[in-house]
């Protein structure tokens, strides 16, 4: 099914997206939203499924435990759907720190160990692991490039040091949208027998991820961007082979065999469920997972290789007014851009007002214009930022 989607032509994908976007971002005729890596939107469909689930949940007769079962399992699915996984190996859980957190807490690492991540990544994924100093492991920040982003050359280097564990890294940087090699990380990383630990928030969604082909071995993301789904939604992915390995830190109560039969709840017993399930801290917010299946069925009906193409079409407008102007573009645009586009004209600070005053939303990080559209911008909408950026 998904190949399917993926044959897409390029040219029906726009004409689609344009119909996705009057339909469900309806507030788009007056707001140019390019934040979307700081908040994606809840599509209508989204917004409807939540009404909907609590105005059963107002009634909670409603709502059999069956039901709520049945669309956890389908989030499951379409997670694995999204990343080239497996059911078994997605945990469903309520923001990216949670899955980031299982890793620093369940790997099996000892004093003197070494956590490699890059200078300048989100703080999700620097805290967990320097909170672990009090056991003796040490987090080592490898110095960015010149440019800002991560240095893969450096962190490929630093894997010979057999000191070197786990190498942690966003799949794409909050602040410039630098998308790493991921094909090249998983191999060096197999070879040298450390953990690859990902934080994809910032990918899944908008850049095609198949696990399949690369593999790494946990992987945490929330749903509440590139997912356009509810906060409280999220997901953990531990591969296969290393989940009876890996004991959850905190345990929710269903994380144990036997625990779907709720006649004999006081029937304890210890064994942890064979598969990612083990990891999830029940109860969760059901309504949002219920949000996050409306969403990402979406996505995936449109195709994450279609949008992906869509974001770079996008962009162009832009580029070509930072080459006309002079201005500096801090994203890389070559194969490690993604939709994230960061641009840092003179007065930032300036330019930045004047596309708040023009009701154009995006962010401002590390210094830089952040523009993330999604799918659901036009190249109408790029061009008129522009025209807000040039005469700023
Ligand atoms: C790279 C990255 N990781 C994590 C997060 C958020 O983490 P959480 O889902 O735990 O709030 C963000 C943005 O807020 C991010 O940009």
Not at 78 to 98: C, K, R, V, Y
Not at 99 to 116: K, M, Q
Not at 229 to 251: E, H, K, M, N, Q
């Amino acid at each position: 099914m998904r190949g399917e989607r993926e044959r897409l032509s390029p040219a029906a994908a726009p004409r689609d997206f344009a119909e996705i976007r009057r339909s469900e971002f309806p507030w788009t005729s007056d707001t140019t939203y390019l934040n979307n890596a700081s908040i994606g939107p809840l599509p209508e469909r989204t917004r409807l499924v939540l009404e909907e689930f609590n105005r059963k949940r107002a009634a909670p007769y409603q709502l059999p435990d069956r039901e709520i079962f049945a669309g956890m399992a389908e989030s499951r699915r379409l997670a694995a759907e999204l990343i080239g996984a497996s059911p078994e190996e997605i945990g469903l859980t309520i923001n990216t720190g949670f899955g980031l957190s299982l890793a620093a807490r369940a790997l099996p690492l000892e004093a003197g160990d070494i956590v490699l991540t890059s200078e300048r990544e989100f703080p999700a994924n620097v805290y967990p692991w320097m909170m672990l100093k009090d056991s003796g492991i040490i987090l080592e920040l490898t110095p960015t490039t010149a440019e800002g982003w991560p240095d893969e050359d450096r962190l490929l280097e630093r894997l010979r040091d057999p000191r070197v564990r786990v190498l942690a890294i966003s799949l794409v940087q909050f602040s410039n949208g630098y998308t790493i090699d991921l094909g090249r990380l998983s191999t060096a990383t197999r070879e040298a027998g450390v953990y690859l630990v990902v934080d994809a928030i910032q990918a899944v969604g908008q850049v095609p991820i198949d696990l399949r082909n690369t593999p790494v071995d946990v992987l945490a993301c929330g749903g509440q961007k590139w997912l356009l789904s509810p906060w409280g939604s999220g997901f953990v992915y531990v591969r296969r082979d290393l989940i009876r390995d890996l004991r959850p830190a905190v345990t929710g109560w269903m994380a144990f065999e036997g625990t779907d039969d709720f006649t004999r709840l006081t029937q304890y017993d210890d064994r942890l469920r064979g598969d990612a399930r083990r990891f999830e801290l029940i109860t969760l917010p059901y309504q949002d997972f219920a949000g996050m299946n409306a969403s990402v069925r979406m996505l995936l009906d449109a195709g994450i290789a279609s949008i992906a193409e869509h974001l770079q079409a996008l962009h162009v407008p832009v580029l070509e007014w930072a080459a006309r102007c002079g201005v500096r573009v801090v994203s890389p645009v070559d194969h490690h851009g993604c939709g994230i586009l960061c641009v840092m004209p003179d007065d930032v600070g300036g330019a930045f007002r004047a596309l708040k005053a023009a009701r154009v939303v995006c962010g401002m990080r590390e210094g830089a214009i952040r523009l993330s559209p999604h799918f659901f911008n036009t190249v109408a909408e790029m061009e008129r930022t522009v025209d807000i950026l040039e005469h700023a």
